[in-house]
């Protein structure tokens, strides 16, 4: 199978799991060449058909994407200036560390998380990289796992691919689309072909990438998006700003009655909280569709409903997943995909899966749950064709591909928008809006 075959028969997938027509499937076109996402795993063509679904989804006749402004919108963060100023985006306390029997992965980018690493281990809260390479070195993979997820930081076990456990979950859908209640049929949605969102209210309950990722997509597509974010929990500067366009941003406590107000006027709820912690605070999917009839409830998570209290990013689930091992440069030491592919293929994936329900809700009638999970992307990535060494590096000239806005008294250059027909509005500045609609 050819790679761009491969990636028409993953959309074809795709589309019947959010019962869109085949007829639509064989008009979409395919670029000329690939996105230049070199990689051993087949990450071009699974970034084109996470795309293109959205577009299928939302019924935009135009589904032609650049091949060059998929790689640059998948690797966004690599070309973001705040200022002119490119961002750190990786703390020191995220990466490959060498253990006594292996190597294991840590995310350390939030604050939080990078102080638990470090207590884990005994360190001083500033202590160096190489303080951190030097216990790691003398304790075993599962060991430092287990150390570091007991004080509440984040590890995983780098692993080689089971190739069962991936067929296993490719048996399930991509983009799980289900009814989750009664409810008359509603107006709003998909109506217009230059804002087919125009009149949805989505509440953003996410954080990160992919959840961030689908949401801005929404609004990209018309929908009046609202994000709420603790007001303890600051989101990094540059990844609000990398995701934010077109949204409004506000702080409040889930837990706090005033929640209520706006999740009563909402037609979607985007969730990217891990399951568990959804429960307690009563916004499981099963709560919100019970106490909103007519609701569209889309979740995002790591690794999948079954693993309800674990954390996770793009970077862990690439590493113990096993594509951080196929994706070796000297088969001994792991690498990794040439973007966060699982984190911004799983947010299209689930902005296709809302477009669908919207679709659905407005024909039929009824509350709709989606769901997607990264660790559900890699399994369909690494049953997708590959090749035994990534393709050379092309070079992009990304002028026409940016775009510039004014936020909160700083110049944010940013890539353009990859759907086509379609521009980004400005990003807000983080909690500058009221929690209302």
């Known amino acids: 199978m050819s790679p761009m075959t491969a990636g028409r028969a993953l959309l074809t997938r795709i589309a019947e799991d959010l019962g869109i027509e085949h007829d639509a499937v064989a008009d979409v076109a395919e670029p000329g060449h690939a996105a230049p996402l070199p990689s051993r795993l087949a990450t071009a063509e699974l ?48 990466g490959f560390w060498p253990v006594e029997d292996g190597w294991i992965r840590t995310h350390g980018n939030y604050p939080h998380h990078a102080v638990a690493l470090l207590r884990a281990l005994d360190l001083r809260e500033d202590a160096s990289a190489d303080e951190v390479r030097a216990v790691l070195a003398t304790a075993s993979a599962h060991e430092s796992v287990e150390r570091i997820s007991a004080a509440g930081g984040l590890a995983v076990m780098v692993s080689a691919e089971r190739p069962e456990r991936d067929a296993a979950l490719r048996d399930r859908p991509l983009v799980d689309l289900r009814r989750a209640g009664d409810a008359a049929p509603a107006r709003s949605g998909l109506t217009r ?19 961030p990722v689908c949401t801005r997509t929404l609004a990209l597509l018309g929908a009046d998006v609202l994000r709420i974010d603790p007001p303890h929990l600051p989101e990094p500067h540059w990844q609000h700003l990398d995701t934010g366009h077109g949204k409004r941003s506000a702080l409040l406590d889930a837990r706090s009655s005033e929640m209520q107000a706006p999740l009563a006027q909402t037609d979607v709820v985007v969730l990217g909280y891990r399951p568990a912690a959804l429960e307690r605070l009563g916004l499981s999917p099963d709560i919100l569709a019970t106490r909103h009839p007519g609701m569209v409830v889309a979740q995002l998570s790591a690794w ?14 690439q590493a113990e997943s096993g594509v951080a091992f196929v994706e070796s440069p000297d088969g001994a030491t792991p690498g990794a995909l040439p973007a966060q592919a699982l984190d ?9 899966g809302v477009c669908s329900a919207i679709r659905r809700r407005r024909a039929e009638g009824g509350s709709w749950r989606v769901s997607a999970s990264m660790r559900r992307v890699a399994a369909e990535l690494l049953g997708m064709p590959r090749s035994t060494a990534p393709a050379s590096p092309r070079e992009i000239d990304a002028a026409s591909h940016i775009q510039e806005f004014a936020v909160g008294g700083q110049t944010l250059t940013t890539v353009r928008s990859a759907l086509p027909g379609f521009s980004f509005a400005a990003p807000r500045p983080w909690g500058s809006d009221a929690p209302e609609w």
């Not at 911004?344 to 296709?352: E, K, N, Q, V």
């Open 47 to 94: 970034a084109w058909a996470s795309m293109a679904s959205v577009l299928l989804a939302a019924g935009v006749d135009e589904v032609a994407l650049d091949a060059d402004r998929i790689a640059l919108a998948y690797r966004s963060d690599r070309l973001l200036r705040i200022d002119g100023e490119a961002p750190d985006v990786w703390s020191p306390y995220s």
């Open 193 to 211: 072909a230059d804002a087919p969102l125009r009149g949805v209210r989505v509440l953003d309950l996410t954080r990160v990438i992919a959840g």
């Open 304 to 317: 999948g409903a079954e693993h309800a209290d674990r954390a996770g990013f793009d970077s862990l689930v």
């Open 344 to 352: 911004h293929s799983a947010g299209y994936l689930l902005a296709a």
